[in-house]
């Protein structure tokens, strides 16, 4: 894995875990105001993102002799305009917590008094936090139906048959493969798409469909390593896949347990007081989620049992994450701000 869990720089990394193993928008979706702009012309590549140079203060009240402007670095130095008065300490900011929190009695009460959502956190980071809470829930009774069907689909599996699936798909490539590129970096952006949010209309949704993309690519990569099971193109040279083949085993589908994960998701918090507030929630998100897992069949990344296989591993996997404390304040939140479109 080139980023183990996501762990990248980009304005937008890859959530795929079978895509570039990067995190969807690792600091990034939650906007780096401006990259790729003005700063980048300072030095390509560049992360400085406000850089501080010195800057002329300018005024005829100097001292004797002074025949040049003076100038402010950061915090300044001289008055505006310039004087032989030293500039006023300013005083520290009134900030007792990185993010806003309910009052509290007791130091140090994590983390059922944080108000939600998290709005100091990136939903990068965030996620990891609501994995460390998926992580001790996470256990051999919790998956013992899971191991189970996932046992059972992969020895039912025809080769023969998948081959010649996956064969047939090849001549979709074309028309498949803008989407499909998009998708092996960011699968959230159609699903916004779609349903219309973002971190600026729906951010407790957003906090969780990063929680959701986080937690199922843990789950996916546990299950890769109990199976190591081959690519396709391991097997078959005929389908040579356009794109680079991920680095770690095939079965189940990252790509597939994040999709339905997401899925899952947005069913249960599209509502309102009033009912659902997307009627047709339950299709649009199942017809995404196959799609995006179709599509890394169509690359002849996956055989279509790797498909089926992350939709079961999503199922279960959700039912155990709307379980964590913070997820479920989380969820409890999104629905009113889903409902809050429909008043």
């Not at 990891?128 to 899971?146: D, G, K, W």
């Not at 996932?150 to 010649?164: C, I, N, P, R, T």
């Not at 992350?310 to 304040?329: D, M, Q």
Request: a neutral charge.
């Amino acid at each position: 894995m080139a980023n183990a869990f996501g762990l990248t720089s980009g304005a937008d990394g890859a959530d795929g875990a079978d895509g570039a193993d990067g995190a969807d928008g690792a600091d990034g979706a939650d906007g780096a105001d401006g990259a790729g702009g003005v700063f980048r012309t300072i030095r390509s590549g560049s992360r400085i993102i406000r850089p501080i140079g010195s800057s002329p203060s300018i005024g005829t009240n100097t001292a004797a002799g002074e025949t040049w402007h003076r100038g402010n670095r950061w915090p300044p130095e001289n008055t505006e305009p310039p004087s032989g008065v030293l500039p006023a300490a300013w005083s520290p900011n009134l900030n007792r917590h990185f993010t806003p929190i309910t009052p509290v009695t007791t130091i140090n009460v994590p983390p059922a008094n944080v108000i939600m959502p998290p709005r100091a956190w990136s939903t990068y980071h965030f996620s990891i936090v609501l994995l460390t809470e998926f992580v001790p829930q996470f256990t051999a009774a919790t998956i013992s139906t899971l191991n189970s069907q996932l046992d059972g689909l992969l020895s039912a599996v025809s080769l023969a048959a998948e081959k010649a699936d996956l064969l047939e798909m090849i001549e979709f490539r074309p028309g498949v493969m803008a989407e499909a590129l998009v998708q092996a970096d960011s699968i959230t952006r159609h699903f916004r798409g779609a349903l219309s949010y973002s971190k600026a209309t729906h951010p407790n949704t957003v906090y969780l469909e990063q929680g959701a993309l986080r937690v199922a690519q843990f789950v996916a990569m546990y299950y890769k390593n109990r199976y190591q099971r081959p690519r396709p193109s391991q097997l078959w040279p005929e389908l040579m896949p356009p794109i680079t083949v991920p680095g770690h085993a095939s079965y189940p589908s990252g790509h597939a347990t994040e999709a339905y994960m997401i899925a899952e998701l947005l069913r249960e918090i599209v509502v309102s007081t009033s009912g659902v507030v997307v009627p047709s929630v339950n299709d649009i998100t199942n017809r995404l989620a196959n799609r995006i897992a179709r599509n890394r069949e169509v690359l002849g990344l996956h055989y279509p049992s790797d498909s089926e296989g992350g939709r079961l591993t999503a199922i279960a996997t959700y039912n155990i994450f709307r379980s964590c404390p913070t997820v479920a304040r989380l969820i409890a939140n999104a629905k009113v701000e889903w409902g809050d479109f429909t008043n």
